[in-house]
């Protein structure tokens, strides 16, 4: 298992950086007044952010589980990382009903993105199969 901790760790510093970079173009095209806490605050989170998502991309390559069991924690990390960053961001109220709507739109998405990806496996799987054989 100390195989997958280390791939997770490795890829969330390699991709951990982006996320800072993207939160800096994005707030210099909109030229928000930050003090500089909040701009700490982001550059920390949204590292955090980007670092759990490029991580957690290890779950799925995880021989010993199933796909329902690797796609629940890929789930629950992703979820609680971006609810988390944006909750601490205020870029989502800190209001049951708006989090209420994040989390049905952020699952339809994941379901909709990982039935997308499962379907073209399957397809592209069939297709070699079939040369195969």
């Not at 290890?58 to 796609?71: A, D, L, R």
Request: net charge positive; charged share 10%.
């Amino acid at each position: 298992m100390s195989k997958y901790v280390k791939e997770f760790l490795h890829r969330g510093l390699v991709f951990g950086g982006f996320g800072p970079i993207i939160l800096g173009v994005i707030w210099a095209a909109a030229d928000p007044v930050l003090t500089g806490g909040e701009l700490l605050l982001g550059i920390v989170s949204i590292y955090l952010l980007a670092f759990l998502q490029a991580g957690a991309s290890v779950f799925n390559q995880i021989e010993g589980w199933s796909i329902p069991k690797s796609m629940l924690c890929h789930f629950v990390v992703l979820y609680a990382a971006y609810v988390g960053c944006y909750l601490v961001n205020r870029w989502l109220p800190f209001d049951w009903r708006v989090v209420a709507i994040f989390t049905a739109i952020f699952v339809a998405v994941y379901l909709a993105v990982w039935l997308t990806v499962f379907a073209c496996v399957k397809l592209t799987s069939k297709k070699l199969n079939a040369k195969i054989g």
